[in-house]
């Protein structure tokens, strides 16, 4: 079983940049495809990025298209997610969360059984 936790949330203006981390810890990540939902208040938890076992495939939200990036360092267990440009509709609460059960089912949130606690992002206009 894999733990998660979340990391690089903050305050930031309009336009500015945020790089979140994932840290993972009690199982490699290697055989887990992973992924970053975010939640903003009101709504429901959306997948933002995702991306697969061995890094070679990544799939965004139309949202983040161009902005955002996910990548992997799977020797050191770790996830992240570059934002760029950010937006105040970027405002929400991001979470890591991991997928072994059905790899291959990237988009679907009900395959990601690990979750982080995840980070406060907020972005002022």
């Known amino acids: 079983q894999v733990q998660l936790v979340e990391s690089g949330g903050g305050l930031v203006q309009a336009g500015g940049s945020l790089r979140l981390s994932c840290a993972a810890s009690?199982?490699?990540?290697?055989?887990?495809?992973m992924g970053w939902f975010r939640q903003a208040p009101g709504k429901e938890r959306e997948l933002t990025a995702t991306?697969?076992?061995?890094?070679?495939?990544?799939i965004y939200a139309d949202s983040v298209k161009g902005r955002f990036t996910v990548s992997r360092d799977n020797a050191k267990n770790t996830v992240y997610l570059q934002m760029n440009s950010l937006k105040p509709e970027d405002t929400a609460v991001y979470y890591c969360?991991?997928?072994?059960?059905?790899?291959?089912?990237?988009?679907?949130?009900?395959?990601?059984?690990?979750w982080g606690q995840g980070t406060q992002v907020t972005v002022s206009s």
């Open positions: 009690g199982h490699t990540i290697s055989t887990y495809t």
């Open positions: 991306i697969n076992l061995s890094g070679t495939t990544t």
């Open positions: 969360a991991a997928n072994n059960r059905r790899p291959y089912y990237m988009r679907d949130r009900s395959f990601y059984d690990y």
